[in-house]
Protein backbone atom coordinates (compact mmCIF):
# COMPACT_ATOMS: atom_id res chain seq x y z
CA UNK A 1 0.00 0.00 0.00
CA UNK A 2 3.12 2.34 0.49
CA UNK A 3 6.62 2.41 -1.15
CA UNK A 4 8.50 0.80 1.52
CA UNK A 5 10.96 -1.15 0.70
CA UNK A 6 13.92 -3.56 2.41
CA UNK A 7 16.07 -6.65 1.94
CA UNK A 8 15.91 -9.17 4.00
CA UNK A 9 19.21 -8.26 6.41
CA UNK A 10 17.25 -4.52 7.05
CA UNK A 11 13.78 -5.24 6.56
CA UNK A 12 11.62 -4.12 9.74
CA UNK A 13 8.02 -5.22 10.39
CA UNK A 14 4.80 -5.33 12.48
CA UNK A 15 5.13 -8.37 14.13
CA UNK A 16 1.82 -10.63 14.98
CA UNK A 17 0.64 -9.53 18.90
CA UNK A 18 -0.18 -12.05 21.19
CA UNK A 19 -3.02 -12.13 23.77
CA UNK A 20 -1.82 -11.23 27.06
CA UNK A 21 -3.95 -12.99 30.24
CA UNK A 22 -3.22 -13.66 33.52
CA UNK A 23 0.24 -14.29 34.67
CA UNK A 24 0.63 -18.02 35.94
CA UNK A 25 2.97 -19.44 38.05
CA UNK A 26 5.84 -21.08 36.26
CA UNK A 27 5.04 -24.80 35.79
CA UNK A 28 8.11 -27.25 35.37
CA UNK A 29 7.32 -30.41 32.85
CA UNK A 30 9.29 -33.17 31.61
CA UNK A 31 9.72 -33.02 27.60
CA UNK A 32 11.80 -36.20 27.47
CA UNK A 33 13.69 -36.04 24.27
CA UNK A 34 12.44 -33.14 22.83
CA UNK A 35 14.98 -30.17 22.00
CA UNK A 36 13.57 -28.20 19.20
CA UNK A 37 11.01 -25.84 19.06
CA UNK A 38 8.70 -28.13 17.06
CA UNK A 39 9.03 -31.07 18.94
CA UNK A 40 8.37 -28.95 22.01
CA UNK A 41 5.18 -27.72 20.55
CA UNK A 42 3.99 -30.53 19.65
CA UNK A 43 4.59 -32.70 22.46
CA UNK A 44 2.83 -29.73 25.09
CA UNK A 45 -0.18 -28.76 22.31
CA UNK A 46 0.76 -25.36 22.20
CA UNK A 47 1.52 -22.98 19.22
CA UNK A 48 5.11 -22.14 18.30
CA UNK A 49 4.16 -18.43 18.92
CA UNK A 50 3.56 -19.44 22.47
CA UNK A 51 7.41 -20.76 23.18
CA UNK A 52 10.94 -18.95 23.70
CA UNK A 53 13.92 -20.18 21.01
CA UNK A 54 17.25 -19.47 22.76
CA UNK A 55 19.79 -19.10 19.86
CA UNK A 56 23.86 -18.77 21.21
CA UNK A 57 26.59 -16.78 19.03
CA UNK A 58 29.60 -15.60 19.17
CA UNK A 59 30.30 -12.38 18.78
CA UNK A 60 34.06 -11.09 19.10
CA UNK A 61 34.35 -13.74 20.62
CA UNK A 62 32.30 -13.54 23.79
CA UNK A 63 29.04 -16.00 23.92
CA UNK A 64 25.51 -14.26 23.40
CA UNK A 65 22.01 -15.75 24.75
CA UNK A 66 19.70 -14.71 21.60
CA UNK A 67 16.05 -14.71 22.87
CA UNK A 68 13.22 -14.74 20.25
CA UNK A 69 9.23 -16.17 20.14
CA UNK A 70 9.55 -19.17 18.85
CA UNK A 71 7.52 -19.01 15.55
CA UNK A 72 10.39 -16.10 14.34
CA UNK A 73 14.01 -16.82 13.04
CA UNK A 74 17.00 -14.42 14.55
CA UNK A 75 17.88 -12.01 11.69
CA UNK A 76 21.89 -12.62 12.32
CA UNK A 77 22.93 -8.92 10.30
CA UNK A 78 20.18 -6.82 12.51
CA UNK A 79 21.76 -8.56 15.75
CA UNK A 80 25.11 -8.18 14.32
CA UNK A 81 24.21 -4.23 14.41
CA UNK A 82 22.90 -3.81 17.49
CA UNK A 83 25.59 -5.94 19.11
CA UNK A 84 27.97 -3.27 17.54
CA UNK A 85 30.68 -6.46 17.01
CA UNK A 86 33.11 -7.15 14.05
CA UNK A 87 32.45 -10.92 13.96
CA UNK A 88 29.51 -12.41 14.49
CA UNK A 89 28.78 -17.07 14.08
CA UNK A 90 26.88 -18.89 15.96
CA UNK A 91 28.35 -21.01 18.82
CA UNK A 92 29.58 -24.83 18.55
CA UNK A 93 27.66 -26.79 21.23
CA UNK A 94 30.62 -27.38 23.26
CA UNK A 95 31.06 -23.82 23.70
CA UNK A 96 27.47 -23.58 25.24
CA UNK A 97 27.55 -26.55 27.31
CA UNK A 98 31.31 -25.17 28.63
CA UNK A 99 28.99 -22.74 30.24
CA UNK A 100 27.17 -24.98 32.10
CA UNK A 101 24.18 -24.61 29.95
CA UNK A 102 22.01 -27.42 28.69
CA UNK A 103 21.61 -27.18 25.08
CA UNK A 104 17.98 -28.49 23.77
CA UNK A 105 16.64 -26.84 27.30
CA UNK A 106 18.21 -23.42 27.50
CA UNK A 107 16.69 -21.14 29.45
CA UNK A 108 17.11 -17.56 30.63
CA UNK A 109 16.15 -18.04 34.10
CA UNK A 110 18.84 -17.35 35.82
CA UNK A 111 21.48 -16.94 33.06
CA UNK A 112 24.55 -15.19 34.28
CA UNK A 113 27.40 -13.95 33.07
CA UNK A 114 26.53 -13.85 29.85
CA UNK A 115 24.92 -11.45 27.52
CA UNK A 116 21.65 -11.70 26.59
CA UNK A 117 19.92 -9.72 23.53
CA UNK A 118 16.09 -10.11 23.30
CA UNK A 119 14.00 -9.89 20.36
CA UNK A 120 10.75 -7.37 21.21
CA UNK A 121 8.61 -10.23 20.31
CA UNK A 122 8.76 -11.50 24.14
CA UNK A 123 7.32 -8.33 25.28
CA UNK A 124 3.73 -9.20 24.07
CA UNK A 125 2.04 -12.30 24.95
CA UNK A 126 2.45 -13.95 28.25
CA UNK A 127 2.87 -17.24 29.45
CA UNK A 128 5.57 -18.66 27.25
CA UNK A 129 7.18 -22.60 27.25
CA UNK A 130 11.16 -21.95 27.49
CA UNK A 131 14.05 -24.36 28.58
CA UNK A 132 14.48 -25.01 32.05
CA UNK A 133 18.61 -25.69 31.85
CA UNK A 134 17.73 -29.34 32.83
CA UNK A 135 18.23 -32.19 30.10
CA UNK A 136 14.50 -33.28 29.22
CA UNK A 137 12.88 -30.84 31.45
CA UNK A 138 11.22 -27.28 30.39
CA UNK A 139 9.04 -24.33 31.99
CA UNK A 140 5.73 -23.50 31.22
CA UNK A 141 4.52 -19.56 31.98
CA UNK A 142 7.55 -17.69 31.73
CA UNK A 143 7.08 -14.13 31.52
CA UNK A 144 9.28 -11.26 30.78
CA UNK A 145 10.57 -9.21 32.74
CA UNK A 146 8.66 -10.96 35.83
CA UNK A 147 10.70 -14.03 35.46
CA UNK A 148 14.15 -13.19 33.27
CA UNK A 149 16.58 -9.91 33.31
CA UNK A 150 17.78 -9.52 29.46
CA UNK A 151 20.47 -6.84 28.71
CA UNK A 152 18.76 -5.48 25.74
CA UNK A 153 15.26 -5.85 23.60
CA UNK A 154 15.43 -4.78 20.78
CA UNK A 155 14.32 -6.15 17.23
CA UNK A 156 16.35 -8.70 16.07
CA UNK A 157 13.63 -10.67 13.69
CA UNK A 158 13.43 -11.75 10.39
CA UNK A 159 10.99 -10.25 9.07
CA UNK A 160 8.24 -12.48 7.19
CA UNK A 161 5.85 -11.87 4.28
CA UNK A 162 2.11 -11.32 5.95
CA UNK A 163 3.36 -9.32 8.69
CA UNK A 164 2.34 -5.57 9.22
CA UNK A 165 4.06 -2.76 6.97
CA UNK A 166 6.09 -0.10 9.68
CA UNK A 167 4.69 2.97 7.43
CA UNK A 168 1.56 2.23 6.27
CA UNK A 169 0.62 -0.84 8.15
CA UNK A 170 -0.69 -2.87 5.10
CA UNK A 171 0.91 -6.46 4.62
CA UNK A 172 4.25 -6.94 3.42
CA UNK A 173 4.98 -8.91 0.21
CA UNK A 174 8.05 -10.99 -0.38
CA UNK A 175 9.79 -10.76 -4.04
CA UNK A 176 13.18 -11.91 -5.46
CA UNK A 177 15.72 -8.61 -6.21
CA UNK A 178 19.00 -8.62 -7.36
CA UNK A 179 20.95 -5.74 -5.60
CA UNK A 180 22.98 -3.91 -8.22
CA UNK A 181 24.37 -1.23 -6.00
CA UNK A 182 24.74 -0.23 -2.45
CA UNK A 183 26.00 2.34 0.17
CA UNK A 184 27.13 1.94 2.99
CA UNK A 185 27.52 4.14 6.09
CA UNK A 186 30.26 3.20 8.20
CA UNK A 187 30.89 6.19 10.26
CA UNK A 188 33.90 5.65 12.71
CA UNK A 189 32.59 2.14 13.90
CA UNK A 190 35.12 0.19 11.99
CA UNK A 191 37.82 2.64 12.46
CA UNK A 192 37.74 2.54 15.95
CA UNK A 193 37.26 -0.75 16.22
CA UNK A 194 40.87 -1.32 14.01
CA UNK A 195 42.69 2.09 15.51
CA UNK A 196 42.53 3.64 11.83
CA UNK A 197 43.21 7.24 12.95
CA UNK A 198 44.39 10.26 10.86
CA UNK A 199 46.04 13.65 12.86
CA UNK A 200 44.28 16.55 11.77
CA UNK A 201 46.47 20.20 11.25
CA UNK A 202 46.18 20.41 15.54
CA UNK A 203 47.72 17.46 16.11
CA UNK A 204 44.75 15.66 17.54
CA UNK A 205 43.88 12.32 16.48
CA UNK A 206 40.26 11.13 15.29
CA UNK A 207 38.79 7.86 14.01
CA UNK A 208 38.80 8.12 9.82
CA UNK A 209 35.24 8.32 8.66
CA UNK A 210 34.55 5.49 6.12
CA UNK A 211 31.82 4.42 3.51
CA UNK A 212 31.46 1.77 1.33
CA UNK A 213 29.93 2.21 -2.16
CA UNK A 214 29.49 -0.04 -4.81
CA UNK A 215 28.08 -0.95 -8.30
CA UNK A 216 27.97 -4.90 -9.10
CA UNK A 217 28.31 -5.12 -12.60
CA UNK A 218 27.16 -8.43 -13.29
CA UNK A 219 24.44 -8.15 -11.08
CA UNK A 220 23.10 -5.18 -13.32
CA UNK A 221 23.67 -7.12 -16.50
CA UNK A 222 21.73 -9.63 -14.72
CA UNK A 223 18.95 -7.69 -14.15
CA UNK A 224 19.00 -5.91 -17.30
CA UNK A 225 18.36 -9.31 -18.95
CA UNK A 226 15.62 -10.13 -16.24
CA UNK A 227 13.96 -7.22 -17.84
CA UNK A 228 14.29 -6.79 -20.91
CA UNK A 229 14.22 -10.46 -22.71
CA UNK A 230 11.55 -12.71 -24.53
CA UNK A 231 11.32 -16.69 -25.23
CA UNK A 232 13.95 -16.56 -27.64
CA UNK A 233 16.80 -14.40 -26.05
CA UNK A 234 17.97 -11.18 -24.58
CA UNK A 235 17.23 -7.44 -25.49
CA UNK A 236 19.25 -5.10 -25.28
CA UNK A 237 19.10 -1.38 -24.84
CA UNK A 238 21.45 0.29 -26.83
CA UNK A 239 22.95 2.12 -24.49
CA UNK A 240 25.17 -0.47 -22.78
CA UNK A 241 24.56 -3.27 -25.58
CA UNK A 242 28.00 -4.46 -26.31
CA UNK A 243 27.51 -4.03 -30.08
CA UNK A 244 24.89 -1.55 -31.60
CA UNK A 245 24.64 -3.37 -35.42
CA UNK A 246 24.41 -7.69 -36.06
CA UNK A 247 25.59 -7.53 -39.53
CA UNK A 248 24.02 -10.46 -41.10
CA UNK A 249 25.54 -11.43 -44.66
CA UNK A 250 23.57 -14.44 -45.96
CA UNK A 251 24.54 -16.79 -48.71
CA UNK A 252 28.34 -15.78 -48.46
CA UNK A 253 29.33 -17.75 -51.15
CA UNK A 254 27.91 -15.34 -53.47
CA UNK A 255 30.28 -12.68 -54.54
CA UNK A 256 27.84 -9.39 -54.13
CA UNK A 257 27.08 -10.33 -50.97
CA UNK A 258 30.16 -11.19 -49.90
CA UNK A 259 31.85 -7.53 -51.40
CA UNK A 260 28.49 -5.60 -50.51
CA UNK A 261 29.23 -6.74 -46.88
CA UNK A 262 32.54 -6.09 -46.52
CA UNK A 263 31.89 -2.05 -47.46
CA UNK A 264 28.57 -1.67 -44.98
CA UNK A 265 31.16 -3.21 -42.63
CA UNK A 266 33.63 -0.69 -43.44
CA UNK A 267 30.60 1.96 -43.89
CA UNK A 268 29.58 1.44 -40.37
CA UNK A 269 32.52 1.55 -38.48
CA UNK A 270 33.33 4.78 -39.97
CA UNK A 271 30.46 6.24 -38.14
CA UNK A 272 31.68 4.91 -35.26
CA UNK A 273 29.74 2.06 -34.68
CA UNK A 274 30.15 -1.08 -33.10
CA UNK A 275 29.37 -4.44 -35.40
CA UNK A 276 29.28 -7.57 -34.84
CA UNK A 277 30.16 -9.20 -38.56
CA UNK A 278 28.36 -12.45 -38.55
CA UNK A 279 30.57 -13.75 -41.56
CA UNK A 280 30.05 -17.89 -40.89
CA UNK A 281 29.09 -19.71 -43.55
CA UNK A 282 25.61 -21.06 -41.77
CA UNK A 283 22.06 -21.37 -42.62
CA UNK A 284 19.74 -18.15 -42.79
CA UNK A 285 17.97 -19.79 -39.85
CA UNK A 286 20.80 -20.29 -37.69
CA UNK A 287 21.71 -17.21 -37.94
CA UNK A 288 18.56 -15.46 -37.01
CA UNK A 289 18.40 -17.71 -34.43
CA UNK A 290 21.47 -16.64 -32.77
CA UNK A 291 21.02 -12.83 -33.44
CA UNK A 292 18.05 -12.86 -31.15
CA UNK A 293 19.61 -14.85 -28.54
CA UNK A 294 22.45 -12.51 -28.84
CA UNK A 295 20.02 -9.85 -28.40
CA UNK A 296 21.77 -6.89 -30.18
CA UNK A 297 19.86 -4.27 -30.79
CA UNK A 298 19.84 -3.75 -34.82
CA UNK A 299 20.21 -6.51 -37.34
CA UNK A 300 21.29 -5.75 -40.66
CA UNK A 301 20.53 -8.53 -43.28
CA UNK A 302 21.93 -8.44 -46.42
CA UNK A 303 21.20 -11.01 -49.18
CA UNK A 304 20.76 -11.93 -52.92
CA UNK A 305 17.31 -10.94 -52.53
CA UNK A 306 17.96 -7.41 -50.85
CA UNK A 307 20.71 -6.99 -53.39
CA UNK A 308 17.70 -7.11 -55.67
CA UNK A 309 16.89 -3.73 -54.88
CA UNK A 310 19.74 -2.61 -53.73
CA UNK A 311 18.85 -2.80 -50.38
CA UNK A 312 19.22 -3.88 -46.90
CA UNK A 313 16.81 -5.26 -44.34
CA UNK A 314 16.69 -3.63 -41.46
CA UNK A 315 15.09 -5.47 -37.95
CA UNK A 316 15.55 -3.88 -34.26
CA UNK A 317 15.80 -6.62 -32.01
CA UNK A 318 12.76 -5.18 -29.86
CA UNK A 319 10.43 -5.13 -32.87
CA UNK A 320 8.77 -7.62 -34.72
CA UNK A 321 8.36 -6.30 -38.24
CA UNK A 322 11.65 -5.31 -40.33
CA UNK A 323 12.43 -2.62 -43.27
CA UNK A 324 14.06 -2.10 -46.26
CA UNK A 325 16.74 0.68 -46.45
CA UNK A 326 18.86 1.31 -50.00
CA UNK A 327 22.18 0.66 -49.05
CA UNK A 328 23.42 4.05 -50.53
CA UNK A 329 24.18 6.32 -47.05
CA UNK A 330 22.53 3.34 -44.86
CA UNK A 331 25.48 3.78 -42.61
CA UNK A 332 24.45 7.50 -41.93
CA UNK A 333 20.92 6.36 -41.59
CA UNK A 334 22.07 3.36 -39.15
CA UNK A 335 23.72 5.69 -37.28
CA UNK A 336 20.82 7.94 -36.73
CA UNK A 337 18.59 4.75 -35.59
CA UNK A 338 21.02 4.47 -32.41
CA UNK A 339 20.27 7.59 -31.42
CA UNK A 340 16.75 7.11 -31.22
Partial sequence: DCNYAANTDKAQSIKSKIE????????????????????VANFLKVPQSHTLKEVFYIADGKLIFAVIRGDIEVNEVKLKNVLHCLELRLATEAEVVETGIVAGSASPIGITGVKIIADDSITSGANFVAGANKPDTHLRNVNYPRDFRVDLVADIALARAGEGCPKCRGKLSSAHGIEVGHVFKLGTFISQKLGALFIDPNGVSHPIVMGSYGIGLGRLLAAVIEHSHDDKGII????????????????????????TAENVYTDLEAQGLEVLFDDRKESPGVKFNDADLLGIPIRVIISPRTLETNSAEIKKRSEKESQLLPLEGIAARLKELTRD
Fill in 20 to 39: SGELLPIEEVKTPGMTTIEQ
Fill in 236 to 259: WPLSIAPYHIYLCPLYLENPQVAA
